[in-house]
Nanobody, 127 residues
Framework: QVQLVESGGDSVQAGGSLRLSCAASRYTYTRIHMGWFRQAPGKEREGVAGITSDGTTIYADSVKGRFTISKDDAKNTLYLQMNSLKPDDTAMYYC?????????????????????WGQGTQVTVSS
């Protein structure tokens, strides 16, 4: 069982930055892959970024060059640095974790890749 707790969501103006954190606990897996997802009102949840246990990353086209996913294994914490925020980035942001192997990196942007989810943190970007 993995517990995930997100934090860092806030209301910011367009062009601003935020850093989201996701603290993971209660797991004993040696290899865990993680991702960030977001869901705006009336829209489906979409993958934003993913990172493998060995640090390989992947991003959705909509956030490439603006968002950076990273992790601190010593702190069991996942991060999402978000720069140049746009109103379209407004959404509830979720982190997710997967303990099984990954055959394809793009799979990390699919919600079907993950077994464990946090409760979410709200990001609101005003124009």
């Amino acid at each position: 069982q993995v517990q995930l707790v997100e934090s860092g969501g806030d209301s910011v103006q367009a062009g601003g930055s935020l850093r989201l954190s996701c603290a993971a606990s209660r797991y004993t897996y040696t290899r865990i892959h993680m991702g960030w997802f977001r869901q705006a009102p009336g829209k489906e949840r979409e993958g934003v970024a993913g990172i493998t246990s060995d640090g390989t990353t992947i991003y959705a086209d909509s956030v490439k060059g603006r968002f950076t996913i990273s992790k601190d294994d010593a702190k069991n914490t996942l991060y999402l640095q978000m720069n140049s925020l746009k109103p379209d980035d407004t959404a509830m942001y979720y982190c997710a974790a997967r303990s099984g192997p990954v055959n394809s990196i793009p799979f990390l942007l699919s919600e079907h890749a993950y077994s464990y989810w946090g409760q979410g943190t709200q990001v609101t970007v005003s124009s």
